[in-house]
Nanobody
Framework: VQLQASGGGSVQAGGSLRLTCKAS??????????MAWHRQAPGTQRELVAS???????KYAGSVQGRFIISRDIDEKTVTLLMNNLKPEDGAVYSC???????????????WGRGTLVTVSS
């Protein structure tokens, strides 16, 4: 299984972007457990932005609460991050990760995907 993020780009402050993390590979019995989006700006540590948890809902970093929405579609093998009212400080490389079962009988494993760049101009 591989994860690939897409949907990044350049946007003005106040604008919106929708990021998609797509899992490729896997077979019958594929399942997504807890999934998350992270971001890392140059010179900073990676930050957990949003996560979605099976059975318990979603969690957000305080800096994005009320502006970002994370969702998951297991049938489509995607995790989406809708980002509204973007601010210049939201600019970073965004990547996804999560616990995935690749097929029936396989254990859940932690996967990380390559990121997509988001730039927000003031």
């Amino acid at each position: 299984v591989q994860l690939q993020a897409s949907g990044g780009g350049s946007v003005q402050a106040g604008g919106s972007l929708r990021l998609t993390c797509k899992a490729s590979g896997g077979s019958r019995g594929f399942d997504m457990g807890n999934m998350a989006w992270h971001r890392q700006a140059p010179g900073t540590q990676r930050e957990l932005v949003a996560s979605i948890h099976t059975g318990t809902g979603t969690k957000y970093a305080g800096s994005v609460q009320g502006r970002f929405i994370i969702s998951r579609d297991i049938d489509e093998k995607t995790v989406t991050l809708l980002m509204n009212n973007l601010k210049p400080e939201d600019g970073a490389v965004y990547s996804c990760s999560g616990w995935i079962r690749s097929r029936i009988g396989a254990p859940y494993r932690d996967y990380w995907g390559r990121g997509t760049l988001v730039t927000v101009s003031s």
